[in-house]
Structure formats: C-alpha cells, structure tokens
C-alpha cells in the first residue's frame, strides 16, 4: 500500500542553523504531497504542499520539492528559529482517496538558542 | 474564528466503561474524520464522513463507532475501550472540494489513556 518515510527524530539544532528533514513514499501513481506542523500541545497545521512534479511548496521559510524520479519532499529552511521546535509530518493524499492523507511517523524538531 | 473544536481533551477511563469524544466545526464542512496519533506510526484514520449520514471506515475502524447526523458534529464513541486505545484522538475537517488537496484543519487532539 501507500506509504510515507521520514527520517528519526528528534532533529536537535542551533538557532540560525539549516534544516533538512527528510521524506521519501510508496505510491501506485502520482500523489498530492504535504508538510504538516504540530506544535506543542496544538493539532496539525498545514504548512506547504505540491500538487505535481517538480513543484515546489514554500511557506515561512520552509520549502520542498516534489521529486518523481527519487519519490521524496524533504522539508528544508536555511536558518531555523526556536519558535520552529515542533513535531514535522509529511503525507500524501490522491484525488481517489478524497480527502484521505496518510502519514509519516513524524520528526521532532529542536531548536536551541 | 474558524476551528475544529473536541471534548474532551484529556480524559482516563478504565476498560469496558463506553465513552464519547465530540467533535464539532463552525467552518460548514462536508468532510470530517478522525485520527489517532501513536508514537512512530503518525497518524492513521479511524472513521470519515463525506457528508451527513456518510461515514465509512478509514484503516483503523476495529473498536470505534461515529456517526452524522448533523453536519457540524462528528463524535468518536468507544463502546467498550481497552487498553489498546489509549492514543491521542485528532478530529479533522475540510470542504469536501478539497479532495485530494490535503488541505485539513485539526482540532487540538484529545489525549485518551484506559487503564
């Protein structure tokens, strides 16, 4: 079946420092791909998402490329703040699912000051 | 202010005791479903709802119960918890044109432990 993989966590960086969490899937076609956000005690908030290939989400900072050819949408930003600490999850979803998403297990983010 | 909003969002229960966990939006949904968020697994759906009285199992439906019969309320019932269902509950909603965009919004979660 579909799947999503992120990289282990908890990801422990210093402020201004880049971030790169990593996500990879396992679909039969071509999905809609998403980052989400949990921050702490919250629900999930959408944070960037890519429809097709080779487009690229970006919101706050963060960005992601919707790579075919290597299945993947790592989550990247150049200098992560501490407001960033959060629980990161990538998904995907298609069209046939309606509004299914299936998720990654999660990444936790930690940002020192 | 727009928002998914659930009740309880913590609760401890013990095993066989039937409870509910509401869930309701104010943004005129047609899609609503549930989640439950367990360590290294991310968040794996129990039950969605396409409209009022439409509901279906999601991949993980053994135990739990929904229905709707409205269209801003969606609540989870566990007619007999076991342990197995302590997890923390996400209630999750969007237009129904949204298919396949992602696009959901979450309410805070609800923390369930049964002892």
């Known amino acids: 079946g579909d799947s999503v993989t992120q990289m282990e966590g908890p990801v422990t960086l210093s402020e201004e420092a880049f971030l790169t969490i990593n996500c990879t899937y396992t679909a039969t076609g071509y999905p809609s791909l998403f980052w989400y956000v949990q921050y702490p005690g919250e629900g999930l908030q959408l944070l960037l998402k890519?429809?097709?290939?080779?487009d690229k989400g970006s919101n706050k900072g963060f960005e992601a490329t919707y790579r075919k050819e290597t299945t993947s949408f790592h989550l990247e930003k150049g200098s992560v703040q501490v407001s960033d600490s959060a629980v990161y999850f990538c998904a995907l979803s298609f069209m046939e699912y309606g509004n299914k998403l299936v998720f990654g297990a999660g990444t936790i983010l930690r940002v020192k000051s | 202010e727009a928002q998914v909003t659930q009740n309880p969002r913590y609760l401890i229960t013990v095993t066989g005791k039937k409870l509910t966990v509401t869930c309701s939006q104010n943004m005129n949904h047609e899609y609503m479903s549930w989640y439950r968020q367990d360590p290294g697994l991310g968040l794996r759906q129990i039950y969605y709802?396409?409209?009022?009285?439409?509901?279906d199992k999601g991949d993980v439906p053994e135990g739990y119960k929904v229905s709707r019969k409205e269209k801003r309320n969606f609540p989870l019932i566990l007619e007999s918890p076991s342990p197995n269902q302590t997890s923390l509950y996400f209630c999750?909603?969007?237009?129904?044109?949204?298919?396949?965009?992602?696009?959901?919004?979450f309410g805070e979660g609800s923390r369930l432990t049964v002892l």
């Open positions: 709802s396409m409209n009022v009285e439409v509901t």
């Open positions: 890519a429809t097709k290939a080779d």
């Open positions: 999750a909603s969007s237009f129904r044109s949204g298919a396949g965009t992602g696009e959901l919004f």
